[in-house]
């Protein structure tokens, strides 16, 4: 099955720096990589998501780059605001069918961006 | 657009109660609802995945007796927790997926809010 690498676990950076969060995966039959904001005691939601036929996609200040080669993809994030302030986790999956893909999720990357 | 609401948001119950929760997509169709589990500063763990009119999968290590998984209808699943146990006290999170051909075409998992589970 698939496994998912997320690294750093924690990451604290100054108001106005950049955030990057990597990830790695092991089945190359994942074509599918979310990346989920989950603040504390809520859902996780959704913010960026990318597939395997772009190598990079970018919403405002963040940013998604995947290098399908190296089974890699990591989130930048620009300019950071305290309320980036939360627990990202990045995920991977094969859509090799129309339903029951199950998401793989890293372990998640707690970002504290300080004022 | 799609919305998935959780009920209850929060529930304290006895050692040796069942619990159940519910899970429903409002404003689509999912064919697919996946059960996750998730521990304090941990990340989400999948339980099972359930398709409507079918029985659950569940991944290694989940207790099917445990944790019945009932998929009734193409807008809700539930999960009751049998026999609660202290340790069974965790943050209990449904998602709904159309599928490919559904709401948004990406197969989006659409995530409840969550239910935080205590066993005294």
């Known amino acids: 099955g698939e496994n998912v690498e997320q690294h750093p676990s924690t990451l604290s950076v100054q108001e106005g720096d950049s955030a990057v969060i990597k990830c790695t995966y092991s089945d190359s039959a994942s074509n599918y990589f979310p990346w989920y904001k989950q603040e504390l005691g809520k859902r996780p939601q959704l913010i960026i998501d990318?597939?395997?036929?772009?190598g990079e996609k970018k919403d405002q200040r963040i940013a998604v780059t995947l290098n399908k080669t190296a089974k890699h993809f990591s989130l930048h994030i620009t300019e950071t605001q305290p309320e980036d302030s939360a627990v990202y986790f990045c995920a991977a999956i094969p859509l090799i069918k129309a339903a029951g893909n199950k998401l793989t999720f890293g372990g998640g990357t707690r970002v504290l961006v300080k004022p | 657009g799609a919305v998935v609401s959780q009920h209850p948001s929060r529930v304290i119950c006895k050692s040796g109660t069942s619990v159940k929760i519910e899970c429903r997509s409002l404003?689509?169709?999912?064919?697919?609802m996946f059960w996750y589990r998730q521990f304090p500063k941990q990340s989400l763990m999948l339980m099972a995945t359930s398709n409507e009119g079918s029985k659950a999968t569940y991944e290694q290590g989940v207790e099917k007796d445990k944790f019945l998984i009932n998929h009734a209808s193409l807008t809700l699943s539930t999960l009751t927790v049998t026999s609660a146990h202290p340790e069974d006290s965790s943050f209990y999170i449904c998602s709904a997926s159309p599928g490919l051909a559904g709401y948004s075409g990406r197969n989006e998992q659409f995530f409840g809010p969550g239910t935080r589970l205590t066993v005294l």
């Open positions: 404003d689509f169709q999912a064919t697919t």
């Open positions: 990318i597939r395997s036929n772009v």
